[in-house]
């Protein structure tokens, strides 16, 4: 037979076992339920305050990498703000002198040789004493000043149209004089200055009335001004086609794009070009379909651009990233993440490596390096380059580059393989600035077919510019039909 435990015995034959005064006339069984509970609870709430710890910590680390972030937003606001804003402050230099540096070649302008009049300056009297004076003879009894001045004359022409009969045609038949425009109550000239000002040098019509009617005395309207350049961009419409064909058909192409607004509404102003045409369209998209447009859907030569997307689903023999933005993207990482090791250290490799490239294409430029030798090196690089992309980076910006990197891995060093291609689009940047200048001025234009006109002049009188030709005998011939003046093709 078991024997019950001296605690069964007292729970059992307990007389307070309902209300003992030691439990505040609690029931045991109830505080030992009671107890159970609270301990369970007591379990539950230790492990729901090591889940909070958790989260909170990680909560913490988010909140630390938010706030770096946000730093990082500031500082490069902060800089994008001061370049808009702000003139650029040159660092004072205690060593350096203004002026030339020493030993530079100064220019100055050629003095006319043929001067088209002679002015006899003579002295009544010493221009400081008032006294007499008797002239100087002999060899250096006089000195020659020559300075060029411009005369401004408006010319009134009348060309009277003698009336002669056909008897071939059967019609009155009259001829055109030269330097006439029909039906045009303003000259070639006249109609020349317009082109320049507005497209070239990107005065605003509004301002072009005013130069008229102030300097040359000649009072013309915006309307006339605008149908001036309607008639000069029609008749340069065809040559237009074939700077589109001769792009296309080219072994490089420097490209890029800027805003331009018309009427308000955003529309992208295309570049593409190289140092011997000059190509601008003006289109609504910024995607891949106008680049194919453009440089068409299988280019035979190479593309020199930013890391535009829309350019990576254009087909090409060979492209090439413009390096000057890879460096400048460098530059703003190490300055926004200057306190990251692990940023600035991947930053300053990459760039090394990409100046290391522009060093060998200066020394292949100086005889130093041949095809074969480029091609080696280029390998080099782009393993130097592999390597360090490999690994990947918590910061986001960072991390993003890198990824860029090695979406463009073959398309960093193009420049050694085809060594008369430029690792930069600048040449694009600079043929772009004129147009960004007249659109500060003009705010874009107002009308679709104003911005089609713009496209063509301004292809028609920076391609004159780079191949040496003078923009204004390009526009005469535009304008009086004439084809004994070469255009640009």
Known sequence: MNQQSPVEKVTRYCWNRHSCPYLNFEAPEKVLME?????????????????????????????????????????????????????????????SKPGAPVGHRGSTREKPKNPDKTVHVHLKECPHCKGEVKRISGENSFSDHIQEDIIIIKTVTLFRHYKYWCPKCKKVVSGIGEGEIPR?????????????????????????????????????????LIGIDKKVAEGGISFYSQLEEKIKNSSVSYTDETGWPINGEQHWLWHAGNKEVSLYRIDKHRNHFVAEEILGKDYKGVIVSDCLSSYNLVNANAKQKCIAHLLRDLENLINLNSSNPEVVNFSVNIEDILREGLEIKKE???????????????????????AITD?????????????RLIRHKNELFTFLSHPEVEPTNNFAERQLRPSVISRKLSFGNKTKEGANRHAVMMSLIQTAKLQGKNPKDLLLSLILGSRKIRTPT
């Open 184 to 224: 045009s109550y303003i000259g070639p000239n006249a109609v020349v200055i317009s082109n320049l000002g507005h497209y070239d040098i990107g005065i605003p019509y509004n301002k072009l009335k005013r130069f008229y009617r102030d300097i040359f005395g000649l009072p013309i309207t915006t309307g006339a």
């Open 35 to 95: 107890r159970d509970y609270l301990r369970e609870r007591v379990n539950q709430l230790e492990d729901a305050c090591e889940v909070g710890i958790r989260v909170l910590q990680i909560k913490d680390q988010e909140i630390a990498g938010l706030k770096e972030e946000i730093a990082s937003l500031k500082r490069q606001a902060n800089q994008e703000r001061e370049k808009i804003y702000k003139p650029a402050k040159k660092e004072k230099n205690s060593q």
């Open 391 to 403: 690994v990947k980076i918590t910061n986001k910006r960072a991390e993003s580059l890198r990824k």
């Open 364 to 386: 292949y430029e100086k005889g130093k390096y041949n095809q074969k030798d480029l091609e080696r090196m280029k390998e080099q690089l782009e393993n130097k380059i592999a």
